[in-house]
Protein backbone atom coordinates (compact mmCIF):
# COMPACT_ATOMS: atom_id res chain seq x y z
CA UNK A 1 0.00 0.00 0.00
CA UNK A 2 1.68 2.99 -1.07
CA UNK A 3 2.10 5.88 1.83
CA UNK A 4 -0.43 8.12 -0.13
CA UNK A 5 -3.65 5.64 0.41
CA UNK A 6 -2.07 4.72 3.79
CA UNK A 7 -2.76 8.27 4.81
CA UNK A 8 -5.80 8.64 3.16
CA UNK A 9 -7.47 6.03 5.15
CA UNK A 10 -5.75 7.18 7.91
CA UNK A 11 -8.95 9.64 8.99
CA UNK A 12 -11.29 6.63 9.36
CA UNK A 13 -8.92 4.44 11.34
CA UNK A 14 -8.54 7.49 13.97
CA UNK A 15 -12.76 8.03 13.81
CA UNK A 16 -13.42 4.15 14.09
CA UNK A 17 -10.59 4.22 17.19
CA UNK A 18 -12.75 6.76 18.83
CA UNK A 19 -15.96 5.26 18.43
CA UNK A 20 -14.57 2.31 20.78
CA UNK A 21 -13.05 4.26 23.40
CA UNK A 22 -16.22 4.24 25.53
CA UNK A 23 -16.90 0.09 24.95
CA UNK A 24 -13.18 -0.06 26.44
CA UNK A 25 -13.76 2.42 29.28
CA UNK A 26 -17.17 0.36 31.04
CA UNK A 27 -14.65 -2.69 31.49
CA UNK A 28 -12.56 -1.04 33.95
CA UNK A 29 -15.71 0.88 35.78
CA UNK A 30 -17.88 -2.52 36.31
CA UNK A 31 -16.47 -3.56 39.96
CA UNK A 32 -16.72 0.14 40.64
CA UNK A 33 -20.68 0.37 39.73
CA UNK A 34 -20.92 -2.52 41.44
CA UNK A 35 -19.53 -1.07 44.68
CA UNK A 36 -21.08 2.30 44.43
CA UNK A 37 -24.33 1.13 42.81
CA UNK A 38 -25.05 -2.21 44.55
CA UNK A 39 -25.43 -4.04 40.74
CA UNK A 40 -25.57 -7.21 40.77
CA UNK A 41 -23.25 -9.46 38.13
CA UNK A 42 -26.43 -10.05 36.29
CA UNK A 43 -27.18 -6.58 36.14
CA UNK A 44 -23.83 -5.66 34.77
CA UNK A 45 -23.88 -8.60 32.37
CA UNK A 46 -27.34 -6.94 31.22
CA UNK A 47 -25.40 -3.32 31.23
CA UNK A 48 -22.69 -5.02 28.58
CA UNK A 49 -25.76 -7.03 26.97
CA UNK A 50 -27.55 -4.39 25.94
CA UNK A 51 -24.85 -2.06 24.35
CA UNK A 52 -24.16 -4.93 22.23
CA UNK A 53 -27.96 -5.56 21.06
CA UNK A 54 -28.45 -2.09 20.48
CA UNK A 55 -25.15 -2.74 18.39
CA UNK A 56 -26.32 -6.34 16.81
CA UNK A 57 -29.88 -4.19 15.63
CA UNK A 58 -28.06 -0.57 13.82
CA UNK A 59 -25.65 -3.38 11.96
CA UNK A 60 -28.31 -5.86 11.20
CA UNK A 61 -30.84 -3.48 10.10
CA UNK A 62 -29.12 -0.06 9.41
CA UNK A 63 -25.59 -1.49 7.90
CA UNK A 64 -27.10 -1.85 4.11
CA UNK A 65 -28.47 1.94 3.80
CA UNK A 66 -24.22 2.55 3.95
CA UNK A 67 -24.18 0.53 0.82
CA UNK A 68 -27.20 2.05 -0.67
CA UNK A 69 -25.43 5.85 -0.79
CA UNK A 70 -25.77 6.84 2.84
CA UNK A 71 -22.96 6.34 4.40
CA UNK A 72 -22.01 9.58 6.07
CA UNK A 73 -25.65 9.75 7.45
CA UNK A 74 -24.90 6.38 9.50
CA UNK A 75 -21.67 7.54 11.07
CA UNK A 76 -22.66 11.20 12.21
CA UNK A 77 -25.98 10.15 13.47
CA UNK A 78 -23.69 7.33 15.04
CA UNK A 79 -21.29 9.41 16.62
CA UNK A 80 -23.93 12.19 18.00
CA UNK A 81 -25.83 9.03 19.80
CA UNK A 82 -22.28 8.27 21.12
CA UNK A 83 -21.81 10.79 22.77
CA UNK A 84 -24.96 11.09 24.22
CA UNK A 85 -24.91 7.98 25.72
CA UNK A 86 -21.80 9.42 27.60
CA UNK A 87 -23.39 12.62 28.72
CA UNK A 88 -26.09 9.95 29.99
CA UNK A 89 -23.96 7.78 31.90
CA UNK A 90 -22.36 11.05 33.44
CA UNK A 91 -25.62 11.38 35.14
CA UNK A 92 -27.37 8.47 35.75
CA UNK A 93 -27.40 6.50 39.37
CA UNK A 94 -29.61 3.94 38.12
CA UNK A 95 -29.87 0.64 36.49
CA UNK A 96 -32.07 0.97 34.02
CA UNK A 97 -30.18 4.91 33.52
CA UNK A 98 -26.56 2.81 32.74
CA UNK A 99 -28.69 0.42 30.83
CA UNK A 100 -30.18 3.26 27.90
CA UNK A 101 -27.18 4.60 27.99
CA UNK A 102 -25.32 1.56 26.61
CA UNK A 103 -28.50 1.63 24.61
CA UNK A 104 -27.30 4.36 22.84
CA UNK A 105 -23.84 4.11 22.67
CA UNK A 106 -24.26 0.43 21.11
CA UNK A 107 -27.02 1.80 18.46
CA UNK A 108 -24.48 4.56 17.51
CA UNK A 109 -21.23 1.97 17.18
CA UNK A 110 -23.54 -0.12 15.70
CA UNK A 111 -23.93 2.74 12.75
CA UNK A 112 -20.40 3.91 12.08
CA UNK A 113 -18.68 0.04 12.12
CA UNK A 114 -19.96 -1.18 8.69
CA UNK A 115 -19.50 2.44 6.65
CA UNK A 116 -16.20 2.89 7.67
CA UNK A 117 -15.37 -0.58 6.88
CA UNK A 118 -16.88 -0.49 3.67
CA UNK A 119 -14.66 2.66 2.92
CA UNK A 120 -11.61 0.49 3.82
CA UNK A 121 -12.59 -2.39 1.69
CA UNK A 122 -13.57 -0.63 -1.17
CA UNK A 123 -11.28 2.50 -1.78
CA UNK A 124 -8.12 -0.29 -1.73
CA UNK A 125 -9.28 -3.50 -2.71
CA UNK A 126 -6.06 -4.68 -3.43
CA UNK A 127 -4.36 -4.36 0.39
CA UNK A 128 -7.85 -5.06 1.48
CA UNK A 129 -6.61 -7.49 4.12
CA UNK A 130 -3.96 -5.12 5.81
CA UNK A 131 -6.02 -2.30 5.67
CA UNK A 132 -8.62 -3.98 8.03
CA UNK A 133 -6.08 -5.62 10.03
CA UNK A 134 -4.67 -1.51 10.52
CA UNK A 135 -8.54 -0.61 11.19
CA UNK A 136 -9.32 -3.34 13.72
CA UNK A 137 -5.77 -2.33 15.67
CA UNK A 138 -7.15 1.32 16.02
CA UNK A 139 -10.10 -0.59 16.85
CA UNK A 140 -8.70 -1.97 19.41
CA UNK A 141 -6.10 1.30 20.06
CA UNK A 142 -9.83 2.66 21.69
CA UNK A 143 -9.86 -0.62 23.74
CA UNK A 144 -6.19 0.19 24.71
CA UNK A 145 -6.90 3.95 25.72
CA UNK A 146 -10.57 3.90 27.06
CA UNK A 147 -9.27 1.82 30.37
CA UNK A 148 -6.88 4.09 31.07
CA UNK A 149 -8.55 7.40 30.40
CA UNK A 150 -11.42 5.57 32.38
CA UNK A 151 -9.40 4.96 35.48
CA UNK A 152 -7.17 7.73 35.39
CA UNK A 153 -10.64 10.17 35.38
CA UNK A 154 -12.18 7.75 37.86
CA UNK A 155 -9.27 7.67 40.53
CA UNK A 156 -8.82 11.69 39.70
CA UNK A 157 -12.19 13.14 39.88
CA UNK A 158 -14.96 10.25 40.74
CA UNK A 159 -16.74 7.76 38.55
CA UNK A 160 -18.18 9.95 37.01
CA UNK A 161 -15.54 12.06 35.48
CA UNK A 162 -14.87 9.54 32.36
CA UNK A 163 -17.99 9.67 31.11
CA UNK A 164 -17.43 14.01 30.91
CA UNK A 165 -14.08 13.27 29.60
CA UNK A 166 -15.80 10.95 26.55
CA UNK A 167 -18.55 13.04 25.81
CA UNK A 168 -15.97 15.53 24.81
CA UNK A 169 -14.06 13.53 22.67
CA UNK A 170 -16.81 12.26 20.67
CA UNK A 171 -17.62 16.03 20.19
CA UNK A 172 -14.57 16.66 18.44
CA UNK A 173 -14.67 13.56 16.59
CA UNK A 174 -18.15 14.39 15.28
CA UNK A 175 -16.76 17.68 14.28
CA UNK A 176 -13.77 16.34 12.06
CA UNK A 177 -16.05 13.62 10.49
CA UNK A 178 -17.67 17.01 8.56
CA UNK A 179 -14.32 16.66 6.50
CA UNK A 180 -14.37 13.12 5.45
CA UNK A 181 -15.10 12.05 1.91
CA UNK A 182 -17.48 8.40 2.96
CA UNK A 183 -18.82 7.72 -0.64
CA UNK A 184 -17.05 4.44 -1.87
CA UNK A 185 -17.41 1.74 -4.06
CA UNK A 186 -20.64 0.64 -6.20
CA UNK A 187 -23.81 1.62 -4.53
CA UNK A 188 -25.96 -1.10 -3.71
CA UNK A 189 -29.27 -1.78 -5.15
CA UNK A 190 -30.09 -5.34 -3.45
CA UNK A 191 -33.37 -5.43 -1.48
CA UNK A 192 -33.18 -8.80 -0.07
CA UNK A 193 -29.41 -8.43 0.27
CA UNK A 194 -29.51 -10.33 3.77
CA UNK A 195 -31.44 -13.24 2.59
CA UNK A 196 -28.80 -13.32 -0.54
CA UNK A 197 -25.51 -13.13 1.56
CA UNK A 198 -26.69 -16.17 3.98
CA UNK A 199 -27.50 -18.07 0.73
CA UNK A 200 -23.84 -18.37 0.38
CA UNK A 201 -22.28 -21.41 2.00
CA UNK A 202 -18.78 -19.08 2.79
CA UNK A 203 -20.69 -16.12 4.89
CA UNK A 204 -22.36 -18.59 6.90
CA UNK A 205 -19.69 -20.46 7.78
CA UNK A 206 -17.73 -16.98 8.24
CA UNK A 207 -20.76 -15.98 10.93
CA UNK A 208 -19.96 -19.79 12.66
CA UNK A 209 -16.21 -18.15 13.01
CA UNK A 210 -17.83 -15.21 14.47
CA UNK A 211 -19.83 -15.97 16.69
CA UNK A 212 -16.41 -18.41 18.54
CA UNK A 213 -14.47 -15.45 18.27
CA UNK A 214 -17.21 -13.19 20.16
CA UNK A 215 -18.00 -15.86 22.86
CA UNK A 216 -15.38 -14.72 24.33
CA UNK A 217 -15.71 -11.01 24.25
CA UNK A 218 -18.86 -10.72 25.86
CA UNK A 219 -17.57 -12.82 28.45
CA UNK A 220 -14.72 -10.51 28.82
CA UNK A 221 -16.81 -7.56 29.32
CA UNK A 222 -19.14 -9.38 31.83
CA UNK A 223 -17.00 -10.48 33.82
CA UNK A 224 -13.16 -9.75 33.81
CA UNK A 225 -13.12 -6.54 35.69
CA UNK A 226 -15.03 -8.83 38.72
CA UNK A 227 -12.79 -11.71 38.30
CA UNK A 228 -9.43 -9.28 38.74
CA UNK A 229 -10.79 -7.54 41.54
CA UNK A 230 -11.79 -10.54 43.32
CA UNK A 231 -7.83 -12.07 42.66
CA UNK A 232 -7.32 -8.54 44.49
CA UNK A 233 -6.41 -6.12 41.81
CA UNK A 234 -7.06 -2.36 42.20
CA UNK A 235 -9.18 -0.35 39.72
CA UNK A 236 -6.33 1.14 38.33
CA UNK A 237 -4.92 -2.68 37.90
CA UNK A 238 -7.68 -3.62 36.24
CA UNK A 239 -7.65 -0.74 33.75
CA UNK A 240 -3.72 -1.29 33.28
CA UNK A 241 -4.24 -5.52 32.41
CA UNK A 242 -7.18 -4.62 29.94
CA UNK A 243 -4.62 -2.29 27.96
CA UNK A 244 -1.92 -4.82 27.76
CA UNK A 245 -4.46 -7.38 26.53
CA UNK A 246 -5.10 -5.41 23.64
CA UNK A 247 -1.60 -4.39 22.96
CA UNK A 248 -0.49 -7.11 20.93
CA UNK A 249 -3.31 -6.82 18.57
CA UNK A 250 -2.15 -3.17 17.75
CA UNK A 251 1.05 -4.55 15.84
CA UNK A 252 0.00 -7.54 14.61
CA UNK A 253 -3.71 -7.11 13.35
CA UNK A 254 -2.68 -5.57 9.95
CA UNK A 255 0.12 -8.82 9.50
CA UNK A 256 -3.49 -10.87 10.60
CA UNK A 257 -5.62 -9.41 7.98
CA UNK A 258 -2.44 -9.33 5.04
CA UNK A 259 -2.09 -13.61 5.96
CA UNK A 260 -5.82 -14.14 5.68
CA UNK A 261 -5.87 -12.39 2.34
CA UNK A 262 -3.27 -14.06 0.53
CA UNK A 263 -3.83 -17.53 1.95
CA UNK A 264 -7.23 -18.24 3.60
CA UNK A 265 -8.89 -16.28 6.37
CA UNK A 266 -11.12 -19.60 7.92
CA UNK A 267 -7.76 -21.59 8.15
CA UNK A 268 -5.91 -18.77 9.73
CA UNK A 269 -9.63 -18.34 12.26
CA UNK A 270 -9.45 -21.78 12.80
CA UNK A 271 -5.56 -21.92 14.16
CA UNK A 272 -6.14 -18.30 16.44
CA UNK A 273 -9.62 -19.71 17.70
CA UNK A 274 -7.73 -22.70 18.65
CA UNK A 275 -5.17 -21.13 20.62
CA UNK A 276 -7.98 -18.61 22.06
CA UNK A 277 -10.18 -21.67 23.32
CA UNK A 278 -7.77 -23.14 25.09
CA UNK A 279 -6.94 -19.72 26.87
CA UNK A 280 -10.48 -19.61 27.42
CA UNK A 281 -10.47 -22.81 29.72
CA UNK A 282 -7.85 -21.62 31.62
CA UNK A 283 -8.97 -18.46 32.90
CA UNK A 284 -10.84 -20.51 34.63
CA UNK A 285 -8.59 -22.97 36.97
CA UNK A 286 -5.50 -21.59 36.78
CA UNK A 287 -4.29 -19.80 39.74
CA UNK A 288 -3.03 -15.84 40.68
CA UNK A 289 -3.27 -12.94 38.98
CA UNK A 290 0.34 -12.62 37.13
CA UNK A 291 -0.66 -16.31 35.71
CA UNK A 292 -4.06 -15.28 34.26
CA UNK A 293 -2.51 -12.20 32.83
CA UNK A 294 -0.03 -14.28 31.01
CA UNK A 295 -2.59 -16.40 29.40
CA UNK A 296 -4.45 -12.97 28.16
CA UNK A 297 -1.61 -11.91 26.41
CA UNK A 298 -1.12 -15.51 24.62
CA UNK A 299 -5.11 -15.20 24.00
CA UNK A 300 -4.36 -11.51 22.51
CA UNK A 301 -2.03 -12.60 20.05
CA UNK A 302 -4.36 -15.06 18.92
CA UNK A 303 -7.15 -12.70 18.36
CA UNK A 304 -4.92 -10.25 16.51
CA UNK A 305 -5.10 -12.44 13.25
CA UNK A 306 -8.81 -14.00 14.47
CA UNK A 307 -10.31 -10.47 14.66
CA UNK A 308 -9.35 -9.08 10.95
CA UNK A 309 -9.67 -12.57 9.14
CA UNK A 310 -13.07 -12.90 9.76
CA UNK A 311 -13.47 -9.28 8.44
CA UNK A 312 -11.67 -10.62 5.40
CA UNK A 313 -13.55 -13.85 5.22
CA UNK A 314 -16.48 -11.47 5.26
CA UNK A 315 -15.45 -9.07 2.46
CA UNK A 316 -14.28 -11.99 0.41
CA UNK A 317 -17.82 -13.60 0.99
CA UNK A 318 -20.64 -11.15 -1.11
CA UNK A 319 -19.57 -8.56 -3.66
CA UNK A 320 -18.59 -5.13 -3.55
CA UNK A 321 -21.92 -3.48 -3.24
CA UNK A 322 -22.73 -5.50 -0.71
CA UNK A 323 -19.98 -4.59 1.51
CA UNK A 324 -21.55 -2.83 4.67
CA UNK A 325 -23.97 -5.04 4.75
CA UNK A 326 -21.75 -8.44 4.85
CA UNK A 327 -19.51 -6.10 7.94
CA UNK A 328 -23.23 -5.06 9.58
CA UNK A 329 -24.06 -9.04 9.51
CA UNK A 330 -20.87 -9.84 10.55
CA UNK A 331 -21.08 -7.35 13.51
CA UNK A 332 -24.71 -8.23 14.13
CA UNK A 333 -23.82 -11.50 15.08
CA UNK A 334 -20.78 -11.16 16.76
CA UNK A 335 -22.61 -8.34 19.36
CA UNK A 336 -25.81 -11.04 19.32
CA UNK A 337 -23.23 -13.70 20.52
CA UNK A 338 -21.73 -10.93 22.91
CA UNK A 339 -24.81 -9.99 23.97
CA UNK A 340 -26.12 -13.69 25.10
CA UNK A 341 -22.79 -14.59 26.45
CA UNK A 342 -22.17 -11.42 28.47
CA UNK A 343 -25.57 -12.24 30.45
CA UNK A 344 -25.01 -16.00 30.67
CA UNK A 345 -21.20 -15.61 31.83
CA UNK A 346 -22.42 -12.71 34.67
CA UNK A 347 -25.15 -14.81 35.72
CA UNK A 348 -22.94 -18.43 35.57
CA UNK A 349 -19.45 -16.37 37.54
CA UNK A 350 -22.11 -14.87 40.36
CA UNK A 351 -23.85 -18.28 40.67
CA UNK A 352 -21.50 -20.95 40.12
CA UNK A 353 -17.80 -19.75 39.87
CA UNK A 354 -15.38 -19.06 37.35
CA UNK A 355 -14.31 -22.66 36.08
CA UNK A 356 -18.31 -23.33 34.76
CA UNK A 357 -17.96 -19.67 33.05
CA UNK A 358 -14.74 -21.02 31.42
CA UNK A 359 -15.78 -24.47 30.02
CA UNK A 360 -18.98 -23.58 28.84
CA UNK A 361 -17.39 -20.90 26.74
CA UNK A 362 -14.50 -23.39 25.04
CA UNK A 363 -17.10 -26.59 24.15
CA UNK A 364 -19.60 -23.11 22.44
CA UNK A 365 -16.07 -22.00 20.87
CA UNK A 366 -14.81 -25.51 19.62
CA UNK A 367 -18.79 -26.58 18.60
CA UNK A 368 -18.94 -23.50 16.09
CA UNK A 369 -15.52 -24.03 14.78
CA UNK A 370 -16.39 -27.38 13.59
CA UNK A 371 -19.52 -26.25 12.15
CA UNK A 372 -17.98 -23.52 10.24
CA UNK A 373 -15.54 -26.00 8.38
CA UNK A 374 -18.45 -28.66 7.79
CA UNK A 375 -20.38 -25.61 5.88
CA UNK A 376 -17.72 -24.32 4.07
CA UNK A 377 -13.84 -25.58 5.17
CA UNK A 378 -11.03 -23.82 4.23
CA UNK A 379 -11.13 -21.71 0.57
CA UNK A 380 -8.49 -20.09 -1.32
CA UNK A 381 -8.37 -16.12 -1.06
CA UNK A 382 -9.54 -13.93 -3.74
CA UNK A 383 -8.86 -10.58 -4.56
CA UNK A 384 -11.78 -8.15 -4.22
CA UNK A 385 -12.26 -5.90 -7.36
CA UNK A 386 -14.56 -2.57 -8.10
Known sequence: MTADRATRLGGFFLLS????????SI?????????RFGFSGAQLGAIVAAGFFAGFVAQLFLGRYSDRGHAALMVRIGITLAALAMLASAVADTYWAFLGARLLLGLGSGMVGPAIRRVVITRDPEHMGQNLGRLSAYDVAGFVLGPLIAAGAAEAFGIRAPFWVLAAVLGVVLVASL??????????????????????????????????????????????AVLLRDQGADTWLIGLTLSLFTVPMIFLAPVGGRVAQRRSPMRVATISLSVAALCTLAYGFLPGLWVLLTVAVVHSVADSFTMPANQVAAALAGPPEQASSAQGLLGATGLATAGITGIIAGTLYEQVGRG?????MTVTMAVCILVAHRIGGPRPARPVTV
Open 17 to 24: GAMNLGYG
Open 27 to 35: YTLLADLRD
Open 179 to 224: GLDLAAGPVGRERRVLRALLAVPAMRATLCVAVAFYVTVGMFEAIW
Open 356 to 360: AVAIT
